[in-house]
C-alpha cells in the first residue's frame, strides 16, 4: 500500500511558478517510479513528469523545459517545480506511484494503482 498526499497548488498569473510536492507513504522498502499526471475539465488524464527508480526523469514534450521533477528520498517526498506557467497548464495535478514498477510510470496511467487527491493548478493570463 502506498499513500500519496498532494500540497502546493494554487492561482497564478501567466509566466508565474508554483512548486507541488506528494509526500509518499506505506510501501518504502525500494526505490520505483514516481509519477505527476494532470486533468483538466472535459479532457483525459494526462502524464506530465516521472522519475524512474534509478533517477532518471521524463516529461511530456508540452512542459519540457518548463517544468523539473525531483525526488527527496529521505523525505520520500516527490517534487514538481513549475515555471513559466502558461494558462493551458491549467488542471487538477495528481501525483501517482506503484512499487511494482521501476521505470516508464509516465505511459502506464491505467496501471498505476496508488493516486493522492489531486491539488489545483489555475493560471490566468
Known amino acids: 500500500q502506498v499513500q500519496l498526499v498532494e500540497s502546493g497548488g494554487g492561482s497564478v498569473q501567466a509566466g508565474g511558478s508554483l512548486r507541488l510536492s506528494c509526500a509518499a507513504s506505506?510501501?518504502?522498502?525500494?526505490?520505483?517510479?514516481m509519477a505527476w499526471f494532470r486533468q483538466a475539465p472535459g479532457k483525459e488524464r494526462e502524464g506530465v513528469a516521472a522519475?524512474?527508480?534509478?533517477?532518471?526523469?521524463s516529461y511530456a514534450d508540452s512542459v519540457k523545459d518548463r517544468f523539473t521533477i525531483s525526488k527527496d528520498n529521505a523525505k520520500n517526498t516527490l517534487y514538481l517545480y513549475m515555471n513559466s506557467l502558461k494558462p493551458e497548464d491549467t488542471a487538477m495535478y495528481y501525483c501517482?506511484?506503484?512499487?511494482?514498477?521501476?521505470?516508464?510510470?509516465?505511459?502506464?496511467?491505467?496501471?498505476?494503482?496508488?493516486w493522492g487527491q489531486g491539488t489545483q493548478v489555475t493560471v490566468s493570463s
Open positions: 522519475i524512474d527508480s534509478d533517477g532518471r526523469a
Open positions: 501517482a506511484a506503484d512499487p511494482r514498477i521501476r521505470a516508464g510510470c509516465l505511459r502506464l496511467r491505467r496501471t498505476i494503482n496508488y
Open positions: 506505506g510501501y518504502t522498502y525500494s526505490p520505483y517510479c
